[in-house]
């Protein structure tokens, strides 16, 4: 069955700093991966995927993941971290390989982002 | 463009009574998705759906019920409430399907309190 897992419930950064949220998954054959945000009382917003091709993936609001196979992992990556990134980050990985199926949610990581 | 638009936002129900949160959609999506999101957990899948007509039962589909009648509505109903069933609710939608890299987009979430 496929998985993902998020190994750190909270991380805390200081503003400036380059940021790096965790990201596993366990998957049989290719893997499609995803990184979704929540801010306070709102729905998930999509920030970036990996379906093929180029390792380093850029996505909203500066964010990159890098996708490594060797590691299994897709980390989310931001050079210089604001305020305003603090919020609940979700990694995800599809559940098949036919349009209709589902993705998996990791359990997400709490990002801090300190002035 | 209003996207995914979900209603209530907030409801308190006892225990035994019944009700459905809306969900509808004006970007003319087929796949449509309902989850819901305890505290300190990820997604959990309870029905998707397609296209109209079309409903299959997700991860934690018990105590729920579903319609696809449109393209844009699928309304999730919930049968005798229990308080287990205490949980942000949140509907999204994407037009390719996630198993082949769609990309979802939420609604802002149904807070939902079963006493």
């Known amino acids: 069955a496929q998985s993902v897992a998020q190994p750190e419930d909270q991380v805390n950064v200081a503003e400036g700093n380059p940021l790096t949220v965790k990201c596993t998954y366990s998957?049989?054959?290719?893997?499609?991966l995803f990184w979704y945000v929540q801010y306070p009382n709102r729905g998930l917003q999509f920030l970036l995927k990996?379906?093929?091709?180029?390792?380093l993936v850029k996505g909203s609001y500066g964010f990159e993941a890098e996708f490594n196979k060797s590691q299994t992992s897709f980390h989310l990556k931001k050079p210089s971290a604001l305020v305003s990134d603090s919020a609940l980050y979700f990694c995800?990985?599809?559940?098949?390989?036919?349009?209709?199926?589902?993705?998996?949610f990791g359990s997400g990581t709490r990002l801090s982002i300190r002035p | 463009n209003a996207g995914v638009t979900q209603t209530p936002k907030f409801r308190i129900l006892k225990i035994g009574q019944s009700m459905t949160l809306q969900c509808t959609q004006d970007?003319?999506?087929?796949?449509m998705y309902w989850y819901r999101q305890d505290p300190g957990m990820g997604l959990k899948l309870i029905y998707y759906?397609?296209?109209?007509?079309?409903?299959d039962k997700g991860e934690v589909p018990n105590g729920y019920n579903v319609s696809r009648s449109t393209t844009e509505d699928f309304p999730l109903r919930l049968e005798l409430a229990a308080p287990s069933q205490t949980s942000v609710y949140f509907c999204?939608?994407?037009?390719?399907?996630?198993?082949?890299?769609?990309?979802?987009?939420f609604g802002e979430g149904s807070r939902l309190t079963v006493l």
């Open positions: 999204a939608s994407t037009r390719q399907g996630t198993g082949v890299g769609g990309e979802l987009f």
């Open positions: 998957v049989s054959g290719n893997p499609y």
């Open positions: 990996y379906i093929t091709g180029d390792n």
């Open positions: 995800a990985v599809r559940d098949g390989y036919s349009s209709a199926s589902k993705i998996i």
């Open positions: 970007m003319n999506h087929n796949y």
């Open positions: 759906s397609v296209g109209a007509g079309i409903t």
